[in-house]
């Protein structure tokens, strides 16, 4: 891996159906600094030597201490993972909590249900999930025949 290559991240939009989402989980950052107060989908690095989806069974279980079903990947336009500047690029699936009660344990000190309607505008989400949370909208508003 060189030096240019991003910085794998992966997420989670928890939602409350896999096939037709209604609910998505904001979760509100505490850290680092410059990131503190925006709105984003849980999760966090990949760690060397491990696979995607074990990193967000990890992250989650760490983040808000849940366990969840992982339902399909929601690929990014150039499919390779949404850009994260500087360096990082990150995956995300849509996932269902299949134990435990989400909370804020690491990194954040928020969490909120958004109902389908109000995923873009429920919350300030950070800049780069607003294409995320944006596409996501899209997929559920296609799932509901809207």
Same mark, same amino acid.
């Given at each position: 891996?060189?030096?240019?290559?991003?910085?794998?991240?992966?997420?989670?939009?928890?939602?409350?159906?896999?096939?037709?989402?209604?609910?998505?989980?904001?979760?509100?950052?505490?850290?680092?600094?410059?990131?503190?107060?925006?709105? %984003?989908?849980? #999760?966090? !690095? $990949?760690?060397? /030597? &491990? @696979?995607?989806?074990?990193?967000?069974?990890?992250?989650?279980? %760490?983040?808000? #201490?849940? !366990? $969840?079903?992982? /339902? &399909? @990947?929601?690929?990014?336009?150039?499919?390779?993972?949404?850009?994260?500047?500087?360096?990082?690029?990150?995956?995300?699936?849509?996932?269902?909590?299949?134990?435990?009660?989400?909370?804020?344990?690491?990194?954040?000190?928020?969490?909120?249900?958004?109902?389908?309607?109000?995923?873009?505008?429920?919350?300030?989400?950070?800049?780069?999930?607003?294409?995320?949370?944006?596409?996501?909208?899209?997929?559920?508003?296609?799932?509901?025949?809207?």
């Amino acid at each position: 891996m060189s030096s240019q290559d991003p910085t794998m991240v992966v997420g989670g939009a928890v939602v409350d159906d896999l096939h037709r989402p209604t609910v998505l989980l904001a979760a509100r950052r505490t850290e680092p600094p410059h990131l503190a107060g925006g709105w %984003e989908l849980p #999760g966090g !690095k $990949v760690d060397p /030597g &491990e @696979e995607p989806l074990q990193a967000l069974h990890r992250e989650l279980a %760490e983040e808000l #201490g849940v !366990k $969840v079903e992982v /339902g &399909e @990947e929601l690929v990014a336009p150039n499919g390779l993972g949404w850009d994260l500047p500087p360096s990082h690029r990150m995956r995300v699936w849509l996932v269902r909590v299949t134990d435990g009660e989400p909370a804020p344990i690491e990194v954040h000190d928020e969490l909120r249900h958004l109902p389908l309607g109000s995923w873009t505008t429920g919350v300030s989400w950070l800049r780069a999930d607003v294409p995320i949370v944006r596409a996501l909208t899209a997929l559920a508003e296609e799932r509901q025949g809207h």
